[in-house]
């Protein structure tokens, strides 16, 4: 057996054992399993056929439970963002059994809505710590350092678009690119926040993240940068304005450095939208899904779109030879596939996740601790607002990183809150 999975081993097993310390190191060990999930690596091949996701989620919930009793106190206990979710997998379970067409389908991906949701949950009462979630942000950075150190050095390409890189629900081009999407403006929080040589490693993962992400060539991902660019004028207010504006203009600079005329070239749409096959199928698509909603307002099943496609989208499965197409779109695929309630459900998780970061904003303190408080409400918007654009060129439904997202949001509220008391008490103020 070569190094590397050895190491992997070994970091990997002494984490599931630290676990039962603080279930803080299960969910690092989780985190860093998606990020180099061995069935995804040469060198996973050395490694015996586990399922390692899996293995360590459950020793990290059972580790959770053993030792709750000792961890900090949590200062929320509801999030207006956890009610919504919860409502959107009832729902999902009830659409399955009701109206859905394509029922073991169905029931599978209803199945993997109800693990994101205890993943969702698991995140939020393990981290309860400023040093917790500072270590939770550094394991996601080295996430996409890692994967674009692994694009750096042998960058596959398929019709100018990377491939091989990425982890679970996220192995393609659109998928890896949208991780990078989430995952970049929390390296920029931490750069502004960290010490010297968190901005050194920060500055690296940016520089090899964008790199990666520029060889996605993804077209939606890339409409989520420009999006998270012009929310940044939008929220970005005080000292910290300038600091953050100054990180735009060196991180434009270093994008336009690294842009390859594939890149450039696929970017470009001409005034004729319909000359771009993918594009002009997408638009079918969602047609398609609106047409589809009506005939099952109450959604027809999981992968309901998909079934049906040779119905509401004979042209383009003819095209692809027989095989049946998804929606292509994160907010069409929810409206066809779990109604229009499930829609109204999605869309009220995301704006209340929104709500409570803008929340965060406007309560943070104007101590050190607040504005790196301050800055992570930025940055975990940022990232799910450039996530949310890219979802609607792909499907992001079942990808954890739209629940990360919202999951940190309720984490960092926790601490915010903490915080506060913790500084009120110093000064021997009554806590309202």
Request: glycine fraction near 8%; proline fraction near 3%.
């Given at each position: 057996m070569s190094l590397t999975p050895i190491v992997w081993l070994i970091v990997y097993v002494s984490g599931a054992l630290m676990a039962f310390v603080h279930p803080i190191y299960g969910l690092l060990i989780y985190f860093l399993t998606y990020y180099q999930a061995p069935q995804y690596r040469w060198w996973g091949k050395e490694l015996p056929d586990q399922r390692w996701a899996m293995i360590i989620s459950v020793l990290w919930l059972v580790a959770f439970f053993m030792k709750r009793h000792s961890l900090p106190p949590l200062k929320v206990k509801k999030h207006p963002q956890t009610i919504w979710l919860v409502?959107?997998?009832?729902?999902?379970?009830?659409?399955?059994?009701?109206?859905a067409v394509w029922h073991e389908v169905s029931i599978e991906h209803s199945f993997i809505l109800l693990k994101i949701l205890v993943l969702y949950l698991i995140i939020i009462v393990t981290v309860r710590t400023k040093e917790h979630f500072n270590l939770t942000l550094y394991m996601h950075i080295y996430g996409i350092f890692s994967w674009g150190w692994s694009a750096y050095q042998d960058p596959k390409r398929s019709a100018g678009r990377l491939y091989g890189i990425g982890g679970p629900n996220a192995i393609d081009d659109n998928g890896t690119a949208s991780i990078f999407v989430a995952i970049l403006p929390l390296a920029g929080s931490m750069f502004f926040a960290g010490t010297k040589w968190v901005k050194l490693a920060c500055s690296a993962t940016a520089v090899f993240a964008l790199n990666a992400f520029i060889l996605c060539n993804s077209r939606g991902a890339m409409l989520g940068l420009i999006g998270q660019a012009l929310l940044t004028l939008k929220i970005s207010k005080g000292?910290?304005?300038?600091?953050?504006?100054?990180?735009?203009?060196?991180?434009?600079?270093?994008?336009?450095?690294?842009?390859?005329?594939?890149?450039?070239?696929?970017?470009?749409?001409?005034?004729?939208?319909?000359?771009?096959?993918?594009?002009?199928?997408?638009?079918?698509?969602?047609?398609?899904?609106i047409e589809l909603s009506k005939d099952y307002p109450f959604g027809a099943g999981g992968g309901g779109f998909e079934y049906l496609s040779p119905i509401y989208i004979p042209n383009i499965v003819e095209a692809h030879k027989g095989e049946r197409r998804a929606v292509h779109s994160t907010y069409f695929q929810v409206l066809s596939d779990f109604g229009i309630q499930g829609l109204i459900l999605l869309l009220g998780f995301i704006l209340s996740t929104f709500y409570e970061l803008y929340d965060i904003r406007r309560n943070a303190s104007h101590t050190e601790e607040g504005r790196s408080i301050w800055l992570h409400s930025v940055a975990i918007t940022l990232g799910f607002f450039g996530l949310l654009i890219a979802g609607f060129f792909t499907s992001r439904l079942i990808a954890e990183v739209l629940y990360w997202l919202p999951a940190f949001s309720a984490a960092l509220k926790n601490i915010q809150v903490e915080e506060k008391e913790q500084s009120m008490k110093a000064v021997d103020l009554p806590i309202s």
């Open positions: 409502l959107f997998v009832i729902n999902a379970f009830l659409v399955t059994e009701i109206t000292p910290m304005r300038k600091n953050i504006f100054f990180g735009m203009l060196v991180g434009s600079i270093l994008f336009y450095s690294l842009m390859d005329p594939q890149f450039i070239e696929r970017q470009k749409i001409g005034e004729d939208y319909g000359e771009d096959g993918s594009a002009t199928s997408r638009v079918e698509s969602w047609e398609a899904a």
